[in-house]
Structure formats: structure tokens, C-alpha cells
């Protein structure tokens, strides 16, 4: 089997966590895997230190993977132009990897990049295998729905969303990971379509052995982001907020995150003696952190429905700990919290209901704990690795 994505160990947050994830599940049940992918970079937009002086190719056989790289171009500012020189980079220079890989049975290729499934389409053809395209997010459709293209970038997403069109259309089975993103994959194409979500370790979150995070030993009570300091986040939304909490006593807020936004995020958060920024911790302090704080938060921009379900939300309720999150009322989130009663989903514009909300947990304990109970509750029944994982597996023994 091989994997093609441009996210992959050391990387260990949002889609490159995921991608290693499954590959290693998939060798732990006896398959033999192969995964081309890029150079880490993600989400500090730097090839990493150990890599950087790697030669162009690399091989590589980590946890019993057989990995092949090739290091693409990573923009400090990450612009329409340069993503788009991005996302060529690693395409042309993963095709040789190409080469290299023994026959597989089957490809599974992870959107984004698009051109990820072009590169399993030519492995399909080569090999007369089976084709999975995974999509993770709708990487053009974000950007449409933001508003962010004018001018000649509607030229550029004009020929990507053909190639878009034309790998879900010559796969076999195209996945995504959540239901409102696979009603939109049915108007792209006639392709068979798989429910994968994410998903996550619940074992991880074992209190007994949780210890306090260093970032979190405060008596105050904490308010944690932590995830991707990006574009899809809405930050001038968390800097109205913190303006009312500075009115508030015993508050404290920790943003423990990096990218694309980050330094113009540090900026503003200077200004706020109660708010405190850290780097991302590693992959397997992420429960002790996340479980160390008393209320998390996530402000989502609300222009974008059902395109990105973020993958940081399981992790927040896992922790059994509540949320308070935003985002557009229609999408798939919502439902997520109107469900589990896990925590409180507002609408953007909704400034005064989250801070009286944040005030009423701050007194009542008790209620964090009942919402905290209900949302781990309703992770471990609907996301737990092992079972989305073996059904995975079901799926592909049936391709």
C-alpha cells in the first residue's frame, strides 16, 4: 500500500498526526506501507532544523514505514503565490518518488494537496491498483468561500479545481471526514464516497496518571487555545474577547500554538498581562495539556460552512473539559455540541453571550465537570482511533 501526502512524522498535529497515525495502524495489522510525502514543516511554515541540510531526496523507514521525500519550497509568508509555487514543488518533485515504490495493491492519496491524487491517479494507471482519495480539507473551496481570490487567482483555482474534478472522478472511492463535507464531495462527483473521520486516542486521556502541564499550574482559571495560529481562526474575535476578560479577576488565558498568524497575533497579545503564548507541545503532552485547563476555546470564522471540521475539537473534548467554540450556526460543529451537550457553540457576532458564558463556568464547577463528562462521553462512543481505524480497514479489504 502507499500513501501520498505532503504532511508526515515528525510532523504531529492536524493532518500530518492523522496520516502517520494510520500508516503505522496499518503496519501494526500486517499491511506493508509506503508513504511519499514532503520535508516537515507544518505548522511553523520552516523545514525543520534536522532536515533542513538533507539532500533534495530522502529515504527513510520509520516505525516499520518505508518513507520517501522530497523537499519543497516553504514560504516564511505563506501568499496565494507562494502556496501555489508550494504545492507545484512538492507535486514535481514527489513524481520521482514515484518511481521507487514497489507495486501497491492499493493508493491513498490526502487532500490537500489536489495534486497528491494526481501522483496516486499515475501510480493507479501504472500498476492497475485501487485509488482512495482522502480529503481532509477542501483546500480551494476554503479559499473561495473567504473571499480571498480576485484577479488573475481565479485562473490558477479555475485549473486546479479541474484537476480537482478529474482525481475524484478517476478514483475509486473518494473519503472525507465529516458528513456536511461529504454532501458537498456528491456535488462533485459521482464517485463512491466513505465516511472517515478523524479521530482520537481516548486512552491517552487517562487522569490517573495526568499530571498538571507546566504551561497550566496556575490556581486562576485557565482559558487554552491551542492549535494551528492560522487564517481560518478568527483572531480579531479573540481580541475582543480578551478586551471584556480584562475586566475580569482570576482569569487566565493561554494561547499555545504556531503559525501563519503567530507573530501578528504576538503583536496584539502584549498589550494583555493575563494572556500567555507558548510553542506547541509534543504530540504526547498534548492530553496533559489539554487536561490541565479549565475551559477551551476555538473561534472559527463564520464564512466557511462544512468545508474544514477541525480535528483540535475531539481533542478539547476528550480532555473532558468544556468548550466554548464559534463558527457558522449551519455547520457540522454545531450539531457536534448541540449533540454531546459537551459545550456552547456561538455565532461570531455573539461577543456578549461568550463572555457571560465564560463568566457562569468561572462560578460554577459543577457545571464545567457535567459538560466535561458529556463531551469525552461523546468522543469515546463516535471517534475512538481503534474502531474508526478497523472500519477503515474493513473498507479497504473490500476495495
Not at 507535486?91 to 501497491?104: A, C, E, H, M, Q
Not at 491513498?108 to 485501487?130: A, D, E, M, N
Not at 503532552?285 to 468545508?307: C, G, R, Y
Not at 464545567?368 to 474493513?394: Q, R, T
Request: hydrophobic content about 40%.
Amino acid at each position: 500500500m502507499t500513501i501520498i501526502g505532503i504532511n508526515y512524522y515528525p510532523e504531529d498535529s492536524a493532518i500530518g498526526l492523522y496520516t502517520t497515525q494510520k500508516a503505522e495502524y496499518l503496519v501494526s495489522k500486517g499491511f506493508d506501507v509506503t508513504v511519499i510525502t514532503g520535508f516537515p514543516y507544518y505548522p511553523q511554515w520552516e523545514i525543520r532544523e534536522d532536515y533542513k541540510s538533507k539532500n533534495y531526496l530522502v529515504s527513510e523507514n520509520i516505525n516499520g514505514v518505508k518513507v520517501f521525500r522530497s523537499k519543497q519550497y516553504v514560504p516564511k509568508d505563506p501568499t496565494f503565490a507562494k502556496r501555489i509555487v508550494h504545492l507545484t514543488s512538492f507535486t514535481f518533485g514527489n513524481f520521482i518518488n514515484l518511481f521507487k515504490v514497489d507495486k501497491p495493491d492499493i493508493v491513498i492519496s490526502i487532500i490537500p494537496f489536489t495534486t497528491s491524487g494526481l501522483l496516486g491517479w499515475f501510480l493507479k494507471k501504472r500498476y492497475k491498483c485501487k485509488h482512495l482519495v482522502h480529503i481532509q480539507d477542501f483546500e480551494f473551496d476554503a479559499a473561495i468561500d473567504s473571499g480571498l481570490l480576485s484577479g488573475n487567482k481565479k485562473s490558477v483555482i479555475k485549473i486546479l479545481q479541474n484537476i480537482e474534478k478529474f482525481v475524484l472522478n478517476k478514483a475509486d472511492v473518494v473519503s472525507t471526514i465529516s458528513y456536511g463535507m461529504i454532501n458537498k464531495l456528491k456535488q462533485k462527483t459521482d464517485t463512491n464516497t466513505y465516511y472517515l473521520t478523524n479521530w482520537i486516542d481516548v486512552d491517552a486521556f487517562n487522569y490517573e496518571k495526568l499530571e498538571p502541564h507546566r504551561y497550566l499550574k496556575s490556581e486562576k482559571f485557565k482559558i487554552l487555545y491551542s492549535g494551528n495560529i492560522g487564517a481560518k481562526q478568527d483572531w480579531d474575535l479573540f481580541v475582543k474577547v480578551l478586551s471584556h476578560l480584562e475586566k475580569l479577576e482570576n482569569i487566565e488565558v493561554v494561547v499555545v500554538g504556531e503559525g501563519a498568524e503567530k507573530a501578528k497575533l504576538l503583536e496584539v497579545i502584549k498589550d494583555f498581562n493575563f494572556v500567555k503564548h507558548f510553542n506547541l507541545v509534543p504530540y504526547e503532552e498534548l492530553p496533559q495539556l489539554l487536561s490541565s485547563a479549565d475551559l477551551h476555546i476555538l473561534f472559527q470564522k463564520t464564512d466557511v460552512i462544512d468545508t474544514v471540521m477541525p480535528s483540535k475539537i475531539l481533542g478539547m473534548m476528550a480532555s473532558e473539559k468544556p468548550s466554548i467554540v464559534t463558527g457558522n450556526m449551519e455547520s457540522e460543529v454545531a450539531k457536534v455540541f448541540q449533540d454531546s451537550k459537551g459545550g456552547f457553540y456561538f455565532s461570531g457576532n455573539s461577543i456578549h453571550e461568550i463572555i457571560e458564558q465564560i463568566q457562569v463556568l468561572k462560578e460554577d464547577k459543577s457545571l464545567c465537570v457535567e459538560l466535561g463528562v458529556g463531551a469525552k462521553k461523546y468522543v469515546v462512543e463516535k471517534y475512538s482511533k481503534n474502531m474508526v481505524l478497523d472500519k477503515f480497514i474493513n473498507k479497504l479489504e473490500n476495495l
